[in-house]
């Protein structure tokens, strides 16, 4: 016969381990979707439908902004493979400029045009998204400030 507290301690255990077991459960099931960004080359190699929110990271594009009528603009996101069009309705980043680190978050349209909702860019001169810096080094373009 089991003791009030061994039957406490079982319960809590059993109610520890099924907690443990749904967690792993939803971790699994999320493996491809815990990621912070995607870059210009997944959102092709993926083939991600249009209409699911992602957020896509990489370097804006060199002579690619363009500023339409009010806070409306446009720009290319670029890993330095792929180049994707960005298109944004809001008022940008103070840090917001060309050949920067920036990670847009929204949807890609029909057209393949990313429409974002947010703009994040770097935080300082030095700074870049850890991740986006390893997918620049990955390609061999990183250009960096050598870390201390």
Known sequence: MMTRKQ???????????????????????L?????????PSDL???SIKPGVKLRLGGRVEKGSVVRGAGTQVSFGVTD???????????I???LFREE???????????????VADTVLAKHDENYMPKEVADALKEKGVWQGAAKP
Do not use: W
């Open 7 to 29: 039957k406490r301690l079982s319960i809590i255990a059993g109610a520890m381990a099924f907690l443990a077991l749904a967690a792993g459960l939803v971790l699994f099931a």
């Open 31 to 39: 493996r491809q979707e815990i990621v912070f960004f995607r870059t």
């Open 44 to 46: 092709v190699t993926m």
């Open 80 to 90: 330095t493979d792929k180049a994707v069009k960005v298109t944004y309705d809001g």
């Open 92 to 94: 940008l980043p103070d």
């Open 100 to 114: 920067q680190g920036v990670v847009v978050e929204g949807a890609l349209a029909g057209d393949g045009v990313f």
